[in-house]
């Protein structure tokens, strides 16, 4: 019974469930540091989403799909920061007008270009590449977890290495921090903290794009109106467990594919289906939960700190 | 003042796309020349809760009143409620205002068609999909699913038999991925496990809820844990989330069944069959027993195999076809057998 739920393939599950939600929640960290709580993910997933199979159907090319994706991305990830960073909007009511806007646009340009209303599929649009590596075959338990991913898999892997560097490791990384921070010590080293939140609102523009250019082009290969489906709010979840460190957030995300995947596995064992739908958000409270309680210990602490100063 | 600019070049993007959302909605306003009482008679207007291009469900609908513009000389508008649940009340006003017979599709108008009704007697409501009696200008349809899937189980636990076709299995397993856990869905599945055993009582049917009606990705992902627990053929029953159902069967090398509207189209290398709601046929009956004056308003019309409401549906023809005739033989025996009452298929609601 437990060998059927808890096996290889469950972890496999859990990898393609968290993917889009890694790469997602890795660009939203981004503007998390600079200060921003982008709450407009959703939205940009799905036009990566939906570019993404544009370029792959009208030029016959995944890699055309993705490009489409990530220069709507730049050009999404342009207009939220113009109005966030520029015009100093509320970032929440950018988020929601990105969502929107999104969701209408979709729907307006699939009815426009593909002349089709809700779902667009077909047999020319070009699917992006799996990837196996060739010495992975003989171990069989490396070979079901590690072996034949779309291609994003991997590369949402490479980025939370290079992300958590860039952050943490070099000093663009602290500048981007400093402008979330303290934008004025920024300012004082001449480096313009405007910048530094422009640069993280596109770059969240872009992973976002891959995030959706994976969903609509490396794990499904279609499109349907609304199929981000959550996802970025989802993924706003994860950077906040992960208290928008990479390592972490990456961890949160996962958390949220794995038992994603369990509560689907759990319905086959005869688990009714409204306890297995409730557990991500079960597990979402008391994460919240723990996640708070440590928070409060550590400004507890820091306050009798303080106070024994004196 | 740059934060006044923002908020209302912000206020014109939201605007604009709940336009583009619902810009079918508002023709409906536009046209409010006088009309004598006849004319007003040929008119419709179709609500649907979610947007036409489900290839499926609201998609029948519409071609219901279409056959019935070129048919019956009616003149229609359709209002898509984009499954805001803010404009159910609002499009089926815009609706009733319009036209005096108004189609309503979609289980989630449950509430908002009743209280609308009473407002106005007038217009006669055709609401398909669930049974409501007693009111007197709300005529509505109900489909008897479980007939129509109980023919899905049957063909499904034959298949799953049939080993000479490619990718089929010799264990006797299938599966099917349901939208969510509701009554309509509940009822799709008692009569798909009612079909099954009356092929062969050890076929195993398991069944999962994705619990969304949108998310393809969901879909794919129930599909696959099925297929890998050895099911031949997923009986999709979820909307757009079906559509990753089909992608599933179509990597894994299996089988999967549409629902709703023929849909064997998308792929007809992977989807054998489509159990069918001839939903736009049944609109196109009610529409026409208005004008013939034949109608009882008030009443449930149930549709099922008898009526020709519900079907098995293998396409078109030049497409591959899975099924033997001797099992569209079975089938025709077995359609028979419920028509007559020999068999009685159990319901889930």
Sequence with gaps: MLSQLFNL????????????????????????HAGILNIGMEGMILLGSFFGIVGSYFFSSSLMGVLLAVVAGIIIGIIYGFFVVELGS???????????????????????????????????????????????DNIPILNVIFNNHSIFVYISWILVALIYIYLYKTPKGIWLRASGEYPEALETVGVSSKKMKYTSSIACGVLCSFAGAHLSLGYLTLFTENMSADRGFIAVAAIIFGGANPIKTFAAAMMFGFFDALGIRMQVMGVPSQFTQMIPYVVTIIALVIVTKNHMNKIKKGKEKEEGAY | MKKRLSLLLVLVLAVSSLLAGCGKG?????????????????????????????????????????????????????????????LYKD????????????????????????????????????????????IDNLTTISYVENEGSFLTGALAAMLTQETSIEGIDEGKVIGMVGGKDIPVIRNFKAGYEAGAKYIDPEVKVE??????????????????????????????VAGKTGEGVF???????????????????????????????????????????????????????????????????????????????????????????????????????
Excluded: W
């Excluded at chain 2, 108008?109 to 409501?132: C, G, L, M, R, S």
């Design chain 2, 91 to 134: 499009q089926l006003i815009q609706a009733s205002e319009y036209a005096p017979i108004v189609a309503v599709v979609g289980l989630e108008f449950y509430d908002a068609v009743q209280e609308v009704a009473k407002e106005f007697p007038n217009v006669n409501y055709i609401y398909v999909d669930t049974e409501i009696e007693g």
């Design chain 2, 247 to 349: 992608e599933a069967a179509k990597e894994s090398g299996k089988y999967a069944i549409g629902v709703d509207t023929d849909q064997r189209y998308i792929n007809p290398d992977v989807i054998v069959a489509s159990m069918v709601k001839r939903v736009g046929m049944s609109i196109y009956d009610t529409i026409e027993r208005i004008q013939k004056d034949t109608l009882e308003p008030g009443k449930v019309y149930y549709y099922g195999l008898e009526e020709n409401g519900v079907e098995l549906s293998f396409g078109e023809p030049g497409m591959k076809q899975f099924a033997t005739d001797e099992m569209i033989e079975k089938l025709t025996d077995i359609k028979k057998k419920i028509v007559n009452n020999e068999i009685e298929v159990p319901t889930g609601k």
């Design chain 2, 207 to 236: 069944t999962i809820y994705a619990g969304d009606f949108e998310d393809p990705a969901k879909g794919k992902e129930s599909a696959l844990a099925l297929y890998s627990r050895g099911a031949d053929i997923v009986y999709s």
């Design chain 1, 90 to 136: 509320d970032e929440f009511i950018i988020g929601i007008a990105i969502n929107i806007f999104a969701s209408g646009l979709t729907v307006f340009l699939l009815r426009s270009i593909f002349g089709v209303k809700g779902a667009f599929s077909s047999p020319d649009i070009v699917p992006l590449p799996k990837l196996s590596f060739p010495g992975l």
């Design chain 2, 26 to 86: 508002n023709e409906g306003k536009e046209e409010t020349k006088p009309a004598t009482e006849e004319a007003k008679e040929q008119k419709v207007g179709l609500v649907v809760a979610g947007g036409l291009g489900d290839r499926s469900f609201y998609d029948s609908s519409n071609e219901g009143v279409e056959k019935a513009k070129e048919d019956l000389g009616i003149e229609y508008k359709v209002y898509e409620c984009r499954n805001d649940p803010q």
């Design chain 1, 9 to 32: 393939t469950l972890i496999q599950h859990t990898i393609r469930t968290a993917t889009p939600l890694v790469l997602a929640a890795l660009g939203g960290l981004l503007t998390e």
